[in-house]
């Protein structure tokens, strides 16, 4: 049997607005996967430290207060520099489409934005953690 | 004739069972003087005016901040020009975290989700060429209240308005940031002791002030049921009322300014019953529970804003549509001031044009369409009826859990009002995901077409300008003196028996930054750290 999907739930930044965080910190739960929520406010650092000890296949960050240009970038710099950078990190929350190739070029691996149902990105994790297994 | 039905079982957006048809046996047990009254008349399920919006419409008032304080203020004159009838203050991340701009988790949030107010020297800014005893003015703050009410009362000051004659809000209501919005700085027993400071404070110096908007808007959009956002909205009421009598306030003194905040969401019928059953219920606590003798304190006031929860990214010129039949219910509710969102923002802030035609989807409300023509006009519909009643006995329920459980300061420390909201909101999801609720773009009727919306966008350069600006402050000032009452608020705070707010107003006054007064009251009070539910 291959082994359970680690994921980070994470909420970077100042906003407080977890509804969104919890729900699929929930969807991935009841979906088999090992959870990890970090709780509100946490800083890059934190994000990347909290990814590193729990040796996580997956991060998904929960950014709607329109940091997420600052925040993401950030995170994307220590994932490298912590040589985590073949773990997917998923960005949900309020992103603007001109944003989503600035992210990507970053190493962002999607971008989800308000509206996708929790079982399309639960389908979306299982088919490229897969992915990532095979190659690493 | 009997036909077919649609579906097999009839819900409410909370998931409340519909029967198919309502007639007078559904309201049997309803009787028109106890239950309902006259408008203007107890328990005033009807309206808390007899003539409601033929004496004077609901006001007008369109939530905007951000950027500047600089540009806040254009927009808000902007505003104003137009029609709007008050002023919302929307302040950004790092001012309701009590974080200056330049403090490392203020990076990336300047201006972004509200205006940046740092010191007073931003106040003055937001509020340039706008006289404040000629406005009424809310302020969405909560944790920080204290200090950005001291602001605005400042800068009242400085312009030469008396205190007495100001009108205005400010949220002030940290029990529903541990329950879910999430914006707290000290833990819930000293938070409440700043706000039973700010009632007593208003009480003495500011006769038309609301010193609290006790808020259900956030727990709805954190995902609670309409029943669940009535029930733990009017509990705070009630936590609130206790912790003032309990420091010797006279119920009478404050309750009639106490003030109401709702969320106005898409089922219609639901969210009337809901603004309906909250005044009877709070009629029913303020003179059972509490005893109050004058009759304005029973009389419970509230504001009403659009669901932002429940506008679309997809197709957001549907959003325009949903805005006006939520803002209907709120007027068909009786609500006393009204928000209207703007079509763009599940994207972004609104832009001025799509802010305006927000605040016109009111104006059209009230001006063509004759709802304000007369008061509770849909009075006595079997369903309605039906609804509110059932509203309130859900209500009763769950203050009998809640008293049970010590009170909503002893629920919130163990967890459960945000359990109940995060059940009810995954429930929620998965009716959406399993399209037992449908919501049109979203998950019917889709189609791939571009929104081609120009969207509000706030660059850095606020951030740098914020940013130069507050430490040009921090240099000029006369800073012996801010030190001075900096260390004697923190003597006041932390001998937990003075009301800290005449000595916080000195700390503004002498241009004490946001930043250092939070400060001084973290040493003192502690940081609240949500636990795991």
């Known amino acids: 049997m291959p082994e359970r999907i680690r994921v980070l739930v994470a909420k970077p930044g100042l906003d407080g607005h977890d509804r969104g965080a919890k729900i699929i910190a929930r969807a991935f739960r009841d979906a088999g996967f090992e959870v990890v929520y970090t709780g509100l406010r946490q800083t890059p650092e934190q994000v990347v430290t909290a990814a590193l000890q729990e040796d996580v296949d997956v991060i998904g960050l929960s950014v709607l207060s329109g940091a997420h240009m600052t925040l993401c970038p950030r995170i994307m710099e220590l994932l490298k520099k912590e040589k985590l950078d073949d773990v997917l990190v998923l960005v949900g929350g309020i992103i603007p489409d001109r944003d989503i190739p600035k992210l990507k070029a970053l190493g962002v691996t999607e971008i989800f934005q308000p509206g996708v149902s929790t079982e399309d990105i639960i389908e979306y994790v299982r088919r490229n953690v897969g992915k990532r297994r095979h190659t690493s | ?533």
Not at chain 2, 105 to 121: F, N, P, Q, R
Not at chain 2, 176 to 185: D, G, L, R, V
């Open chain 2, 1 to 533: 004739m009997a036909q077919d039905v649609r579906e097999r079982v009839f819900t409410t957006i909370s998931g409340v069972p519909i029967e198919e048809v309502y007639a007078p046996a559904s309201i049997a047990d309803l009787d028109y003087t106890r239950d309902l009254g006259n408008p203007g008349q107890p328990p005033y399920t009807r309206g808390i005016h007899d003539s409601m919006y033929r004496g004077k419409l609901w006001t007008m008032r369109q939530f905007s901040g951000f950027g500047t304080a600089e540009e806040t203020n254009q927009r808000y004159r902007y505003l104003l020009e137009h029609g709007q009838t008050g002023l919302s203050v929307a302040f950004h991340l790092p001012t309701l975290m009590g974080y200056d701009s330049d403090h490392p988790m203020s990076a990336g949030e300047v201006g972004k989700c509200g205006v940046a107010i740092d010191s007073l020297a931003d106040m003055e800014a937001l509020f340039d060429g706008i006289p404040l005893d000629k406005i009424s003015t809310s302020m969405t703050t909560n944790a920080p209240a204290t200090i950005l009410w001291s602001m605005y009362l400042v800068v009242a000051e400085k312009q030469g308005a008396s205190w007495e004659l100001l009108r205005g809000t400010i949220q002030n209501d940290i029990l529903k940031e541990y329950i879910a919005e999430k914006t707290y700085i000290f833990p819930p027993r000293p938070s409440m002791k700043l706000i039973v400071d700010t009632l007593e404070f208003s009480m003495k110096h500011l006769p038309q002030w609301n010193p609290i908007s006790i808020s259900g808007y956030h727990i709805r959009e954190a995902g609670s049921t309409a029943l669940q956002e009535l029930a733990f909205t009017l509990y705070d009421g009630i936590e609130y009322v206790e912790w003032a009598k309990r420091a010797g306030l006279d119920v009478d003194d404050f309750a009639p300014r106490l003030s109401f905040f709702f969320n106005a969401h898409n089922d219609f019928f639901e969210e009337i019953a809901k603004y309906r059953a909250a005044r009877k219920v709070w009629y029913q606590v303020m003179t059972g529970r509490f005893k109050c003798r004058n009759p304005r304190s029973a009389a419970m006031r509230f504001h009403t804003q659009t669901a932002g929860c429940s506008l679309t990214a997809q197709q957001p010129y549907n959003n325009v549509v949903r805005v006006a039949i939520q803002a209907l219910a709120a007027v068909m509710g009786g609500t006393q001031s009204l928000h209207t969102n703007a079509l763009d923002e599940s994207l972004a802030l609104p832009t001025e044009h799509s802010a305006r035609l927000a605040l016109r989807t009111q104006q059209i409300l009230a001006h063509e369409t004759g709802i304000a023509n007369t008061p509770d006009p849909l009075g006595g519909s079997y369903f309605l009826e039906r609804l509110t009643l059932d509203m309130e006995r859900g209500c009763w329920e769950y203050f009998e859990r809640l008293d049970a459980m010590g009170g909503m300061v002893a629920a919130i420390e163990q967890g459960f009002p945000q359990r109940e909201i995060q059940d009810a909101a995954y429930t929620y999801q998965k009716a959406v995901e399993h399209r037992e609720k449908i919501i049109v773009g979203l998950n019917d009727f889709v189609s791939d077409e571009e929104s081609g919306l120009d969207i509000l966008h706030i660059d850095e350069s606020v951030a740098e300008r914020q940013i130069a600006k507050t430490r040009q402050v921090r240099e000029t000032r006369d800073n012996g003196s801010c030190r001075t009452t900096l260390e004697a608020l923190r003597k006041a705070a932390a001998s937990g028996s003075v009301n800290v707010m005449p000595f916080v107003l000195d700390c503004v006054r002498s241009y004490a930054t946001l930043g250092e007064i939070c400060d001084t009251l973290r040493e003192i009070y502690g940081i609240y750290e949500e636990p795991a539910f």
